[in-house]
């Protein structure tokens, strides 16, 4: 096959949040840009983000970044990297003010300001009461960040490549990336795409659970690709189950709900986060929430027929309020649930929603892995920002609006270091290894050369199921045993899928067979991180880790305080330390304690 | 519902094989579960897989899987399969290039959409915290903000199908609009320039197929009814 190349300053893959934020420093600082999205960028996965991004930007209580600080730090159940976290937290209100300035449409205060809404795990004055910092534009903060976002770009003249694809990493001997191979999908050809720099952001990959509220792109290009490409993959046995999908629809119903004052009801009413998080009750964070949940179903108190979920009440509320608030909820409410919450609750489960790990990477973007006895020394040419990424400010749990958050600092961050690097000299374009673009030409000849193979339907559904099954809200020791031997036979089907359509012309098939060699990476690595993991530890409980005097909520921070590194070449583990220090001395360490709400 | 059988007639070109586009009469079982169309159209590529449509959010913010269901524009994804008439006739969306099957070449509908400088243009310096708005002022962007550019619209109106090139069709004109409305936004009387023309503005005659297809609920021709206003007032 004829391999076009195509050489540029810097390549992005993916438009969205922290793919377009990325775009623009490059964009504005006239690098010569490439961004490949595999849909147009207003129809990436953060579209569907709903009740907010976080700042301390204290427009209705008062608020700080220490307090923003404090709470990812505790909501991280430790995991998270001190010196990530407070650059996070310590950006945020820059980070949003400037969307604002590009036009994003906020819901106001009274005095003009943007208006914030109270969310779960974010509180005043280190877990004392509830904080209102979420910023939100109605329940539609997401499609209204990614469109403005993408309307400054257009202002900034940023090049897209819209429906391409990315297959493959490309590294060269020194194991330095010297960008990616794509396939445009409208004409099934593949072009290399030659860069001094390349920044992933291709978002998370939710979709290997079969209950999920992520969108059907979401698979884990960049996080399949790197793995592949031998990059270690971070904390992968941490997923975010989020308390309210639409009972078997799977569709988000955002937190901001419980923000504005709904409640969660068990089969007799009773709001039962009281009795899990005297506290903050529903605000409490959402791995805490999701397990109160399961708990109340799995002891026979679910409400419906079958008692297999919970209620989500808003029906104290005013009409007057859910229009304004929460329209977009409203009309989910009744188009997947066939319920309006002005008059009913909303059946709701906990639903599959984010990847807490991914491709390790630091403050500044860079993706770093351990060599020559530093665990963390960046791999040249290479970043990544967004879900894709762990850097780690989530640790093993995120808190709501802390994603919107994440790809707009790092998004920005990745962006400005690729800019340094390039202004000072430190990129450059290495030359191509001849074989630069055999490992995607061969994937493709396998495929449309497979006879007697697998469905990708199939093999899908059986991936989905398993991650299901045998990692899911609660983890047992039996079933995470059984998940690895499991896993590991779904990916060997993998190797041989087959598909019917040979077509070049915007192959469905074809794409969704290379986005099921991603998610099985993921899939991989969240088994077997997941398996080894023996504590319990935020979005990760397993059942011979329980609650202790030794090991409150079974936390064990003298054996597993330490990141997971995946590697798919052999299932190795290897770990890394957590860092606990922060960035600056503007704050003390958040020292170890037992999280509570 | 219980399992029930769903018989579609479904626009098939694939310009690899076929010389020229046909109607394909199939039926698809679905499960329980399968309750959106977009949920029959998955079920039917599990059995087809050269079946080809776009899709993704599945839950109508991202705008993908917009088609012409039954005669109408909508999305797959927020279309009830029990709520719709038998044999489903999936067509793709009209008066844009077809790529493959349901799948269109929407390069015009997205330069239209380019073409009235969809970005905020405000050439103060920004100030170190937010630009304040009242809630008043900010309530004006409600109905318009939320566009999903799924084409649905402009690709309903006989306007738009016959002068895609010069009329900037219901999509991009609710975009203009939405920047018109927005007190932050300085370009006013550029942005009027810029659809003071026959074609850009003027060819929308108020059918209102936009108003009656939208999944959002949006309608474009209460804002282009806006500004035309806004042209008439400022040219007295």
New interface residues.
Partial sequence: MNVAKRTFDAVIVGAGGAGLRAALQLSESGLKTAVLTK??P????T??AQGGVAAS?GNSTEDNWHWHMYDTVKGSDWLGDQDAIEFMCKKANEVV??L????M??????????YQRPFGGHSMNYGQAPVMRSCA?AD?TG??ML??LY??N??ANTQFFVEWMALDLIRDADGDVLGVTAMEM?TGEVSIFHAKATIFATGGAGRIYYSSTN???NTGDGVGMAARAGIPLEDMEFWQFHPTGVA??G??ITEGVRGEGGILRNSSGERFMERYAPNLKDLASRDVVSRAMTTEINEGRGAGPDKDHVLLDITHLSPDTIMKRLP?IR??AI??AGVDPIKAPIPVVPTCHYQMGGIPTNYKGQVVVPKDGNSNSPVAGFYAAGECACASVHGANRLGTNSLLDLLVFGKSAGETVVEDFKSGQLKLKPLPADAADVSLARLARLDGQANGE???DVGLEMRRTMQKHAGVFRFDNLLKEGVQKIGEVAERAKRTQ???K???????RM?ALELDNLIEVARATMVSAEARKESRGAHVRDDAPDTAENPNGRDDENWLKHTLWYSEGNRLDYKAVNLKPLSDDVEPIALATRTY | MTKCTVQFKIYRYDPDKDEAPYMQDISVELEASDKKLLDALIRLRAKDDSMSFRRSCREGVCGSDAMNINGKNGLACLTDVDSIEQPITLRPLPGLPVIRDLIVDMTQFFKQYHSIKPYLVNNDTPPERERLQSPEDREELNGLYECILCACCSTSCPSFWWNPDKFVGPAGLLAAYRFLADTRDQDTNARLDNLEDPYRLFRCHSIMNCVDVCPKGLNPTRAIGKIKDMMVRRAV
């Fill in positions: 849909v147009f207003t129809r990436s996965h579209v569907a930007l003010v400037e604002e300035h590009y036009g449409p906020f819901d106001r205060t009274d005095n003009g300001k943007i534009a539609r499609h209204a469109h403005a309307q400054r257009v202002r409208e969108a059907f792109i078997g629809a569709v988000l977009g009309e989910i188009q997947f469905s990708v339907f598909i019917a359509d077509s070049k012309v915007w192959n469905v098939a969704e």
